[in-house]
């Protein structure tokens, strides 16, 4: 019987000498099934990705690069290679016509707001949106997103409030929500979690301080299988401090990384092709007139935020909509504030690397303080509502648009 790497050579000059390239990637998928956990499986999975990107399946090509990074990490050089491969598909996929900012006409809505909690649900194929803020009206509706909005009523929820953090728990297979503030100003620490049909009070023997997190401050790493949450703001001052969710134990832990990004509330989004959650700029305090804002990137990587050098990056900006695209391999950052007046509308994806702006022809009135999450029955990042001149109440899909 031949050795798995003498199968890996003859399929490889199947592919690359012979130009079979479907029957190729047929012997690279045996190799990569029959020697699962072993180098040569890794490499082999390197070589369909390949094959599948010459023939022009970038999706295809996608999975079977993640497959190496996600369930091969010893891997080292070739992990490096399948993530710059990530990128240079991210950047294809950004670049091809079509992929738009798109409004939909919609029966039903919930209220213009902004500072809500917003986030897709796996488990439900649906996206959860729970309470938000309009002068001077706090919000504690629950409504779901699955090719339209359709208003909840559960027997029990979080108490109306703005600004609460909220992600999926891929662990415990529900969302949880942290935080917030209500209509007397005062910060909560409660923890609930959605598990598709109802909320429940958690009860950890631990919780961070109270705090508004505001847009993103929230996301599930799914290597160490928690959510992280990192800083926010009080009434007088940001904060700093990184916090993980163990949704099986139902307990908050503090973690102490050598370096951090200063205090600040900021968006987080995870970068599913870098296995990082990337956190980027943010602010400090809550009145934007007497605001300091940022535009560093960090990555956690599972047990410390290091900070990364990009050679392009947006404008500091605090309070933007930032979620992971599945469908671009890229983590898209939307809007933002810079202060009174200075609200924007552009678009950046992180390719686990650099940062890009790309232009759309059409796009969302400028706004901070908006939901955005990636909802795959949509086919692309759903966006609601947000701040502008007022408070918006509009939905927006980034989507591939014929």
Known sequence: MESPEKLLEAAIYRARILGDLPSAIQQFEYIAARYAGMPVA????????????????????????????REYPDQVLLVAQMRQNLASIADA?????????????LSASPAGRCCMGLAYDPAMRSTLFFGGFTPWVWFGDTWVWRNGWRKLTPA???????????????????????????????????????????WTRQFPPVSPPGRRIDMRGMAYHAA??????????????????????????KNWTQHFSKSSPSPRRAMMAYDDAAGTIV????????????????????IWDGAAWVQQFPASVPSPRGMASMAYDANLGSVVLFGGT????GQSNDTWLWNGTNWREIHPTSVPAARWAAGMDYDPTSHGLLLFGGFGTTTLGDTWLFIPVP
């Open 93 to 105: 996929a950004a670049g091809a016509p079509g992929l738009n900012w798109a409004s939909p006409h």
């Open 156 to 198: 029990t929820a979080p108490s109306a409030r703005d600004c609460p953090g909220m992600a999926y728990d891929g662990a415990a297979g529900n969302i949880v929500l942290f935080g917030g503030a209500d209509a007397q100003g005062s910060l909560l620490t409660d923890t609930w979690t959605w598990d598709g049909i109802a």
């Open 224 to 249: 160490t299988r928690r959510v992280v949450l990192f800083g926010g703001v009080t009434d007088a001052h940001a904060l700093g401090d990184t916090w993980t969710w163990d949704g099986l134990a």
């Open 279 to 298: 956190l980027f700029g943010g602010d400090i305090t809550r009145t934007l007139s007497e605001d300091t804002f940022y535009n560093d990137t960090w």
């Open 338 to 341: 810079r202060g009174p007046g």
């Open 42 to 69: 890794a490499r082999a999975l390197a070589e369909i990705g390949q094959a599948e990107q010459q023939l022009g399946h970038a999706s295809r090509a996608r999975d079977a690069y993640m497959h190496v990074v």
